[in-house]
């Protein structure tokens, strides 16, 4: 979903007050009169900060997708997070700034360590958790896809090792047993000691 922050802002010229125009008093001048653009868009940002209820359609529509976003955002990344268990780092998330004054989370990230094991059967049970942990959320993205699938490459990998390692130890059994007794009792010579 993209959000736009291009929607139109209504500002109109008010009564304001200029702290730095202040009466013989020394008490600060209230006048009326128009502001420049900048002012008053400064203006009227420190009030929407002050009362989020006064935003116009367009802002509270751009407010309503930055808070679905930031909700859909922040449980994805926790979803990595619970499948990864121990593979998996803290969520760091991008921010955009709403009408409103607020910051909404409108992306995020997660680091996934995708480790060997010390054992073909270690390595394979952390590629299976990498791809949990990928593709655990409901709507996984490319780059979930991507890790996942090198985590399937990575348990593949693992898979023919383990099948290596093992036709190894079937045949050292084989040889083992096939090889040719070197000792033989009818060759051999016997002497006999008499008294």
């Given at each position: 979903m993209?959000?736009?922050m291009?929607a139109?802002?209504?500002?109109?010229?008010?009564?304001?007050?200029?702290p730095?125009?202040?009466?013989e008093s020394g008490?600060v001048a209230?006048?009326?009169g128009?502001?420049?653009?900048e002012?008053?868009n400064s203006q009227?940002?420190?009030?929407?900060?002050?009362n989020p209820?006064?935003?116009?359609?367009?802002e509270?529509?751009?407010?309503?997708?930055?808070q679905a976003r930031?909700?859909?955002?922040?449980?994805h990344?926790?979803?990595?997070q619970?499948a990864?268990?121990?593979l998996t780092?803290?969520?760091?998330?991008?921010?955009?700034?709403?009408?409103?004054?607020?910051m909404y989370a409108i992306?995020?990230?997660?680091?996934?360590?995708?480790?060997?094991?010390?054992?073909?059967?270690?390595?394979?049970a952390?590629?299976?958790?990498?791809q949990?942990?990928?593709?655990?959320p409901?709507?996984?993205?490319?780059?979930?896809?991507?890790?996942a699938?090198?985590a399937?490459?990575?348990?593949?990998?693992a898979q023919?090792e383990?099948?290596?390692?093992q036709?190894?130890?079937?045949?050292?059994?084989k040889?083992?047993h096939?090889?040719?007794n070197?000792y033989?009792?009818s060759?051999?010579?016997?002497?006999?000691i008499?008294?």
């Amino acid at each position: 979903m993209q959000v736009s922050m291009n929607a139109p802002y209504q500002v109109t010229s008010a009564t304001y007050v200029n702290p730095s125009n202040k009466d013989e008093s020394g008490d600060v001048a209230v006048k009326n009169g128009t502001k420049s653009d900048e002012e008053k868009n400064s203006q009227k940002s420190q009030e929407k900060k002050q009362n989020p209820n006064e935003l116009n359609d367009d802002e509270k529509r751009i407010v309503t997708e930055l808070q679905a976003r930031d909700t859909e955002v922040r449980a994805h990344e926790a979803a990595h997070q619970a499948a990864g268990g121990g593979l998996t780092g803290g969520a760091s998330f991008s921010y955009q700034k709403g009408p409103d004054g607020r910051m909404y989370a409108i992306g995020g990230e997660v680091s996934i360590a995708t480790k060997g094991g010390s054992t073909p059967q270690e390595t394979i049970a952390n590629a299976r958790q990498v791809q949990a942990a990928a593709m655990a959320p409901a709507n996984p993205s490319g780059q979930d896809y991507a890790v996942a699938t090198s985590a399937k490459v990575m348990e593949m990998k693992a898979q023919q090792e383990l099948i290596k390692e093992q036709q190894e130890k079937i045949n050292g059994a084989k040889e083992y047993h096939s090889t040719p007794n070197n000792y033989d009792d009818s060759n051999s010579n016997s002497l006999n000691i008499s008294a």
